[in-house]
C-alpha cells in the first residue's frame, strides 16, 4: 500500500519553514526519506524507526507517530539547496527484507 | 565509498527488444534492490537480492524481467521483449544488513521507441 505525502507541491521564499507528512493505512515499522533532484538520484536523508527517537540532518528534522502511522518532515530555515523532490519510503517489514513502498513525492522549490 | 554503479545510463531500443541493464553496488553491501521509477511517481520495487540469493519479487514484475545476482556482487536486470509501458528509469540500490539506508545509482533511462 503506497503511503499518502502531502502536500503534492510548495514554493518557499529562502529561510521558511516547511512541514512534509506521509501517512499509511498500513501499521509501520520504518520511514525513510530520501530527496531527489531532477535527473538525479534519490538521496538518503533519514530513517525512523518503531520506538526511536526524532531524527535530524542539519536543519531537517522528522518525526514518526507510530499510533498515527504517519511521520512528518520538518525543514527549517528553508535553503535553496533544499529544492527537490521528497519522497517518504515507508516499511511494513516483508518476510525477508525491506522493501519499502514510497509515495508519490512531495516537490519542493525554495526560491530566493 | 565509490557508490552505487548503474549502466548504461541511457538505453532506446525498439519494442520487443531484449535489454539488461547492471547494477554494482557499493562493495560491503550485501542487499540489492531494483526500482522503477515512472514520471511524477516514486520508485516503485522490483525485487531483491540478499547476497546471491533473490529474495522477494513484486507482484507487479511479470515473467518477461527476470534479475540476477551471481557471487553476490554486481547484479543484472533484464527486461525481454520490451513493451511500451518499460519506459521508466531503473533504480538500482544497496544496503547493509536490517534497516539501513538505501544507496541509489543514478539508475539507468529505458526508452521503448
Known amino acids: 500500500q503506497q503511503p499518502v505525502q502531502s502536500p503534492q507541491a510548495v514554493i518557499l521564499r529562502e529561510g521558511e519553514d516547511a512541514v512534509i507528512n506521509c501517512s499509511s493505512s498500513?501499521?509501520?515499522?520504518?520511514v525513510h526519506w530520501y530527496r531527489q533532484k531532477h535527473g538525479e538520484a534519490p538521496v538518503f536523508l533519514m530513517i525512523l524507526l518503531k520506538g526511536g527517537e526524532q531524527m535530524r540532518h542539519e536543519k531537517i528534522s522528522a518525526s514518526f507517530n507510530e499510533k498515527k502511522q504517519q511521520s512528518s518532515l520538518y525543514l527549517t530555515a528553508s535553503q535553496l539547496s533544499y529544492s527537490g523532490t521528497y519522497f517518504c519510503g515507508t516499511g511494513p517489514r516483508t518476510n525477508s527484507g525491506y522493501a519499502l513502498n514510497f509515495g508519490k513525492g512531495t516537490s519542493l522549490l525554495v526560491t530566493p | 565509498d565509490t557508490g552505487v554503479s548503474q549502466n548504461p545510463r541511457h538505453k532506446i531500443t525498439k519494442r520487443g527488444q531484449n535489454v539488461t541493464f547492471r547494477c554494482d553496488p557499493i562493495s560491503e553491501h550485501n542487499r540489492l534492490y531494483w526500482y522503477r521509477q515512472t514520471l511524477g511517481q516514486g520508485p516503485e520495487f522490483l525485487t531483491y537480492?540478499?547476497?546471491?540469493?533473490?529474495?522477494?519479487k513484486s507482484r507487479l514484475l511479470s515473467d518477461r524481467f527476470s534479475a540476477e545476482r551471481p557471487k553476490g556482487s554486481f547484479s543484472t536486470l533484464e527486461i525481454q521483449r520490451t513493451e511500451q509501458g518499460d519506459s521508466a528509469m531503473y533504480l538500482c540500490a544497496s544496503s547493509t544488513q536490517g534497516d539501513q539506508p538505501q544507496h541509489f545509482g543514478d539508475g539507468t533511462r529505458l526508452s521503448i521507441l
Open positions: 498500513k501499521a509501520l515499522y520504518s
Open positions: 537480492f540478499q547476497n546471491e540469493a533473490q529474495l522477494e
